[in-house]
């Protein structure tokens, strides 16, 4: 399983460990008019590099703002040898974020076939490692191309015909970590996309995870709350957003708590609710909101 650490064990991984890489992964939506980029040139933590989270989302224009995953490995390997990783390298993700999308990056590399005992986050981002008292530094990196060797692990994918396949002979739980008003059938942030939900799906807005400060709370804590909507942990479960950037925080706690089957619907609400209705869609039972939405 991947790893959650604290700004000391960072600070401490990058003086004395081997092999380390450190990237900001942060993302922003469209409407918040932020360039992630840029304000890693204008900040970033020290020995640190940017990892463009777009590069790896589908070229497709008919997939525009869906950020689905691309699933060539050719492509993959050369773009993950351009930022100078390897296969034994450890990698450390850290954003400054409020979609948390180093849980994001962090994913892509599971599915890409990185070691997961490789793979770790920074808890509280940048805020965390200011706090810290951390050293950061400004300006552009620059890294060395290493080789790359791509093995995709797709358990920790689903796709469409899956997901209907799976609204039809269910299996799997299916957990939408967007905001519940928008799971209860509230506005849209995308154009032409139908209202609501997938039916049987339970709602666990994301923002549940952190505290006000961005850090994660108590797993415990989380694991009670995903417990009292009904939510099993021994069945396998499939996460779901608005493009697939934001469900990945739920497989991250997933990984923390050792739950091994868990994966993230590639096209999530982008895809679903552009298509049209599947057979008996409207007529399956709807998981409740009403504890969801207290929190708001």
């Known amino acids: ?8 064990q960072l600070d ?5 460990q081997k092999n380390v890489l450190i990237f900001d992964a942060s993302y922003h939506m469209p409407d918040e008019n932020r360039d992630a980029k840029q304000e ?10 940017f990892f463009p989270i777009d590069i790896f989302s589908d070229p497709n224009p008919e997939l525009a703002h869906s950020h689905m995953l691309l699933l060539d490995e050719k492509i993959i390997a050369e773009k993950l040898s351009a930022l100078g990783i390897r296969n034994d ?26 070691n997961p005992q490789q793979l770790y986050i920074l808890d509280g981002g ?19 191309t290493k080789p790359y060797t791509v093995h995709f692990q797709l358990d920790f994918l689903r796709s469409l015909s899956q997901m209907k396949s799976n609204l ?9 970590v967007r905001h519940a008003v928008r799971f209860a059938g509230g506005p849209e942030i995308r154009e032409n996309l139908r209202l609501g939900h997938i039916p049987g799906s339970f709602s666990f807005p994301y923002i549940t995870f952190f505290e006000k400060n ?8 989380i694991r009670n709350q995903l417990t009292g909507t009904g939510v099993d942990l021994k069945t396998p ?6 493009s697939s950037i934001t469900a990945p925080i739920l497989n991250f706690y997933l990984d923390l708590l050792d739950v091994k089957k868990n994966s993230v619907y590639n096209g999530s609400w982008t895809e679903w609710g552009s298509e049209k209705l599947y057979p008996h869609e409207l007529s399956l039972d709807e998981r409740p909101t009403e504890n969801c939405l207290k929190e708001y």
């Open 168 to 176: 039809h002979n269910p299996s799997e739980q299916v957990i939408d």
């Open 237 to 242: 479960i499939i996460t779901t957003c608005g």
């Open 40 to 49: 890693f040139v204008n900040k970033h933590i020290i020995d640190s590099h």
């Open 214 to 221: 961005g850090c994660w709370r108590s797993l415990d804590k």
């Open 126 to 144: 940048l805020d965390a490692w200011d706090t810290y008292g951390g050293k950061s530094e400004s300006g552009e990196t620059h890294v060395t």
């Open 89 to 114: 390298s450890k990698i450390i993700f850290y954003d400054n974020s409020k979609l948390h999308s180093s849980c994001r990056a962090l994913w892509m590399l599971k599915v890409f076939g990185h």
């Open 1 to 8: 399983m991947p790893w959650l650490i604290n700004p000391a």
């Open 12 to 16: 401490k991984f990058r003086k004395s």
